[in-house]
């Protein structure tokens, strides 16, 4: 009877943890690409990533590698830049955008203005 107990536990533990890595669904990887190609169209800004400027075409090409190898814990735009877009998984460092006119604003931000302005059509 216990080990019959320990399996259904086992069994209900490996069921959650299929749940928490479900795929991205088409819609929400589009919304994901949308970001990004949004980040590379962007000629008047560069992405800072622990300390050092990049184009935005680099920052688009980073951002697609590191979804490439973390996507298993994103299932939504929201989660892509809270848990990839917005801060280095080795140093800890929140990623910034660095305008023309010399503002700086964190990455998160400027990427949930946009995807707001997306989800509101414009």
Same mark, same amino acid.
């Given at each position: 009877?216990?080990?019959?107990?320990?399996?259904?536990?086992?069994?209900?533990?490996?069921?959650?943890?299929? /749940?928490?890595?479900?795929?991205?669904? %088409?819609?929400?990887?589009? @919304?994901?690409?949308?970001?990004?190609?949004?980040?590379?169209? @962007?000629? &008047?800004? @560069?992405?800072?990533? =622990?300390?050092?400027?990049? #184009?935005? &075409?680099? /920052?688009?090409?980073?951002?697609?590698?590191?979804?490439?190898?973390?996507?298993?814990?994103? =299932?939504? /735009?929201?989660?892509?830049?809270?848990?990839?877009?917005?801060?280095? #998984?080795?140093?800890?460092? %929140?990623?910034?955008? @660095?305008?023309?006119?010399?503002?700086?604003?964190?990455?998160?931000?400027?990427?949930? &203005?946009?995807?707001?302005?997306? &989800?509101?059509?414009?």
């Amino acid at each position: 009877m216990i080990h019959r107990r320990h399996v259904l536990c086992l069994i209900a533990a490996l069921a959650g943890s299929g /749940a928490a890595r479900a795929e991205l669904s %088409p819609a929400e990887r589009a @919304r994901i690409e949308r970001l990004i190609r949004y980040v590379e169209s @962007r000629k &008047d800004v @560069r992405f800072v990533r =622990n300390g050092t400027d990049y #184009s935005c &075409d680099d /920052a688009a090409k980073f951002l697609r590698k590191k979804l490439d190898s973390m996507g298993e814990h994103v =299932n939504t /735009a929201h989660e892509f830049i809270d848990q990839i877009a917005s801060k280095s #998984s080795t140093s800890g460092q %929140p990623y910034t955008i @660095r305008f023309a006119s010399g503002l700086i604003e964190p990455a998160a931000k400027f990427l949930q &203005d946009e995807l707001k302005r997306m &989800d509101a059509g414009k």
